[in-house]
């Protein structure tokens, strides 16, 4: 709290994370969301990707997923890999943003490259049905392989 209260940014996100899910303080998403959102405001990627996230379940502020996109991309930008995947996932399903299965793959390839592996198994689909690339089922089965390994 005292970190938070003095504008340290990861202070403030870790006080969100706590507020989110009620761990030592009563859960408060409306709080979680301001903490992220001090923070966010301060460059912190996991704070702006956690604040896309509320505004996608509408979680402690009204639903909005044109804002979970501006986060998720101001996160992906930053090289965030969970931000780049979520980002991924709103252009494959045109969700507060228009759809572009050749963005998705850019994303997914960007978030798979840093071992998410969620965005293996995406960038795998990918291949496998030829969504936003060429069709390859070699590379679509190395990308399921990869997620996989991971468990």
Do not use: M
């Amino acid at each position: 709290q005292t970190s938070a209260d003095q504008g340290y940014a990861r202070g403030q996100f870790n006080l969100g994370v706590c507020y989110e899910n009620g761990r030592g303080i009563p859960q408060s998403h409306c709080k979680a969301v301001q903490w992220y959102q001090a923070s966010a405001d301060q460059g912190n990627a996991a704070a702006q990707f956690n604040l896309g996230l509320c505004y996608e379940k509408g979680q402690g502020l009204q639903q909005n997923h044109p804002k979970a996109v501006l986060w998720y991309q101001t996160s992906a930008d930053q090289g965030y890999a969970r931000g780049q995947f979520n980002l991924g996932v709103c252009y494959e399903n045109g969700r507060g943003i228009p759809q572009s299965h050749c963005k998705a793959v850019q994303w997914y390839q960007a978030s798979a490259d840093q071992g998410n592996a969620a965005a293996q198994f995406n960038l795998g689909l990918c291949y496998e049905k030829g969504q936003g690339l060429q069709q390859n089922h070699p590379k679509a089965v190395l990308w399921y392989q990869t997620s996989a390994d991971q468990g």
